[in-house]
């Protein structure tokens, strides 16, 4: 006979899920609803108008994809990219990467931006991309999990749409957590995960087109690669005819709708300034151990947090006792990162000041012994 | 400001989702684990092994994807068919006609074998079909929920392999609620979605592959097209490595996990003869009431069962009547059954004596005024 599963109480510090509030946990259990049932269609029409205001946007074509960040990543690619479109796009990091497998999944021909780990995309860089090319699109990543750098967008974006491009950005880690304005910015296509700094667990991608992009993919040659994913099905499923696509993940719909809720109710700015004080509160404490933050200066994200490992340090096992002792997790470095640094997450509900001080203390005492 | 979501209680009676189980809907409000965190890792195990031992299979590669069921048959195509390959695929409803559009979005040239809406694929059609032919797969919907016929897939699964073929099957509406024998059956590759019969929300889908189909995926050509269900990927993560690929839905999982558990508590055997048992009375039922089921006598399934809609009977404002009136979910025809059936799901924990005796009381009384 199997047993039910029953998981211990984590404190989650890493790139992802973070804390969400029990609310959110409640949500899912109330009952279920068939997706067609005009209850539940009500309710997602309440997720789009939330997500819109989250995203700063009146684009119609806002709602999650029913599957997790990486779906919202291939739902933007596979609609807008056609075999032998140009893409250019930006690498600091494990998601940029990511971005260009999946563009070259679509048959595009990729121009890679690169900067190293840890560092932001330059304007100046992506203007000498741009200098000689009229890609399809331009996409990337607004704060790099993997490394903890956000790049600013507003220069990057304009230099998209001079090229004639549409701009692709993910906001993954970013969304609820730091400034996100997809119209002021001109985003035309931008992905984001819900069990970031939006605190609800993991299942659906918040993604949202401009007319723009929405016209590209209603004016392509070829069908979209992906049924699951094709935007021309899923506007008329998220839309005003409501016709049977996929059947929506209930319950998850139900957490989103809850999240969104928290999220507005504390208001966008006011989170913003709780993550950026939080990051303030954690950078002065891990300086007062001798240690500091890896990322650009300048452009750290407030909600990740890459910590060098000092010398003669064990990375590993430092993660190890934060989680086996203190019922903490914290995030590894990734790739070239890898027992470089840690990945602290203050996302979401998980950025309080009493975790941040349970963190220090809990850092400081590993760290002696 | 935005007020919470409380969702009426709902009995539901349509094509999926099916109600769940208290213990089902209070798994997912459990505290969330780190996607990497050991304790979700073993947890992930234990749903491997369960899905094993629900699809009656030995093969390694069970897990379930992170999407809906559609997700489920889009990883199935992706994987297998590579730009100019051969399927052959059996189109009698709505999933029929998915598979062959989601086959033709990977490049495949694709051979239908049709049968009306309502009746089931015959091997003798499909013998035909395969007399000259050498295709990559062969692939049918075992339980055709837009219509509730159950295709007998032995005698097809032959033929696919002397032809040389894989063999896929749909088990989305079968699977939990009658036979499913993967390994008995020689089944290459197979999808369900969680929603149906195994009586958890819908967000995930549970596959199998076959070592032969996991071994064409591995030795093909060209790249998956899509990044998100590549199994070469997948297989890092949901295999012994746990190497990063996606954050999967935590919560979902907790819900699968006890799902599982409560299908494997019932047991196999128990559970199909209830749905057996369950479909005998909902007939009694409405032959009392002067009705019959639609479909394929002889093939009909015990899980969803297409009642015909009488003369001068408005389909719709029955429908809505349950709804709105009894708070009793019934699903409506598709395509050419559009407004000519009604169909009625007993899938699952749904599938139960007082249900279908309140659906039988409840439709006489609906009928009669």
């Known amino acids: 006979m199997h047993k039910p599963f029953q998981p211990p109480p984590r404190l989650l510090m890493g790139p992802g899920p973070s804390n969400v509030a029990p609310s959110v946990l409640q949500a899912m259990s109330a009952p279920l609803l068939g997706h067609l049932d005009p209850v539940f269609v009500k309710m997602m029409d309440e997720i789009k108008a939330m997500l819109r205001e989250v995203f700063l946007t009146q684009n119609e074509m806002t709602f999650p994809v029913s599957g997790t960040g990486s779906a919202g990543m291939e739902f933007c690619f596979v609609n807008l990219l056609e075999p032998g479109d140009e893409a250019v796009i930006g690498v600091n990091g494990v998601f940029g990467n990511r971005m260009v497998d999946v563009a070259e999944r679509c048959g595009a021909k990729v121009t890679k931006v690169e900067a190293p780990w840890g560092r932001i995309i330059e304007p100046g860089q992506m203007a000498a991309a741009l200098k000689d090319r009229r890609p399809k699109l331009v996409a990337i990543v607004h704060a790099e999990t993997s490394t903890g750098a956000l790049t600013p967008v507003e220069e990057i974006s304009r ?170 997790e914290i995030g590894a470095g990734l790739g070239p990162l890898k027992g470089k640094i840690w990945r602290v997450g203050l996302m979401g509900d998980t950025a309080t000041e009493p975790n941040v001080a349970k963190f220090l203390d809990v850092f400081a005492h590993i760290l002696k012994h």
């Open 159 to 328: 230099l998209a749409h001079e090229a004639g491009a549409l701009f692709v950005l993910d906001t993954v880690t970013s969304l609820g957590g730091c400034p996100v304005r997809v119209d002021e910015w001109k985003i035309d296509a931008v992905y984001s995960g819900t069990q970031k700094c939006l605190s609800c667990p993991p299942g659906l991608a918040p993604v949202s087109l401009s007319p723009r992009a929405l016209e590209t993919a209603t004016r392509r040659k070829t069908k979209v690669q992906s049924w699951y994913l094709d935007v021309n099905l899923l506007a008329a499923y998220w839309g005003q005819e409501r016709v049977y696509h996929h059947t929506a993940p209930i319950s998850m719909n139900y957490a989103l709708h809850e999240a969104l809720r928290l999220v507005l109710e504390e208001g966008l700015e006011s989170r913003w300034k709780r993550h950026e004080r939080m990051h303030g509160l954690l950078r002065k404490g891990i300086e007062a151990l001798g240690l500091s933050i890896a990322s650009q200066q300048g452009h750290q994200l407030w909600q990740l947090n890459s910590i060098a490992v000092p010398d003669g340090v064990d990375e590993a096992a430092v993660r190890k006792k934060f989680l086996s002792d203190y019922n903490i």
